[in-house]
């Protein structure tokens, strides 16, 4: 199975874009939602067409990952954490810093 990096963008056609932050998350995006803009086999308008191979940007008016992660509250760093698996001891020990490392994004 391929191991995916979070956060990430996932993209469902006529659905504004989606940041998810763990496998988990990804799955429950459900069908339609894929990491690229474009399916492939699928035909490109031509706005698209004058755009390929161009850098996709995230929509300017989300949060980026480190945003979304300063919002939480350590409580919700910490249940997250516990259910990736982190030891639910060892989490309550960390402060919110340490557990934002731990979430892997910095």
């Known amino acids: 199975m391929?191991?995916?990096?979070?956060?990430?963008?996932l993209y469902a056609e006529g659905k504004e874009?989606?940041?998810v932050e763990s496998e988990e998350a990804h799955e429950q995006?459900?069908?339609?939602?894929?990491?690229?803009p474009v399916?492939?086999?699928?035909?490109?308008?031509?706005?698209a067409s004058e755009t390929a191979g161009a850098q996709i940007e995230a929509p300017k008016d989300t949060k980026t990952s480190?945003?979304?992660?300063?919002?939480?509250t350590v409580g919700e760093l910490r249940a997250?954490?516990?259910a990736r698996g982190y030891i639910e001891k060892?989490?309550?020990k960390m402060s919110k810093d340490e557990l934002v490392v731990a979430m892997g994004v910095f």
Request: aromatic letters at 8%; zero cysteines; a negative charge.
């Open 29 to 36: 995006a459900g069908a339609g939602w894929n990491e690229s």
């Open 2 to 9: 391929k191991k995916h990096e979070y956060p990430k963008w």
């Open 90 to 92: 060892d989490v309550k």
């Open 80 to 82: 997250e954490l516990i």
């Open 39 to 47: 399916v492939e086999g699928q035909e490109q308008d031509e706005t």
């Open 66 to 72: 480190e945003e979304i992660l300063n919002s939480k």
């Open 17 to 19: 874009p989606r940041l």
